[in-house]
């Protein structure tokens, strides 16, 4: 039962360097978009480049809630039936 539990452990530790890996990719692209937006002219770009680059900084900002919602509803299930098997 301890190999089983340590490699559960193992398992979960691996998982979430990947999804922090993910998250850390989608925050930095889109402190990048911010930061370029933080400093054009925004007035001088068209209408279609606008709306481009707003889409594409919403969609880096759904992907990291989506991988931090996912993340806490993985670990809350964990913790629920880790406490259930305790009782």
């Known amino acids: 039962m301890a190999a089983s539990s340590l ?3 193992t398992l979960l530790i691996n998982q979430q360097i990947l999804t922090s890996e993910k998250l850390d990719t989608c925050l930095s692209k889109t402190e990048a978009l911010i930061t370029l937006g933080m400093n054009a002219r925004l007035q001088d770009l068209s209408e279609n480049t606008l709306y481009e680059y707003f889409w594409v900084l919403s969609d880096f900002l759904k992907k990291a809630l989506q991988l931090n919602n996912e993340t806490l509803s993985f ?3 964990l913790a629920n039936s880790n406490w259930q098997s305790c009782n």
């Open 7 to 9: 490699s559960d452990f």
């Open 75 to 77: 670990l809350t299930k």
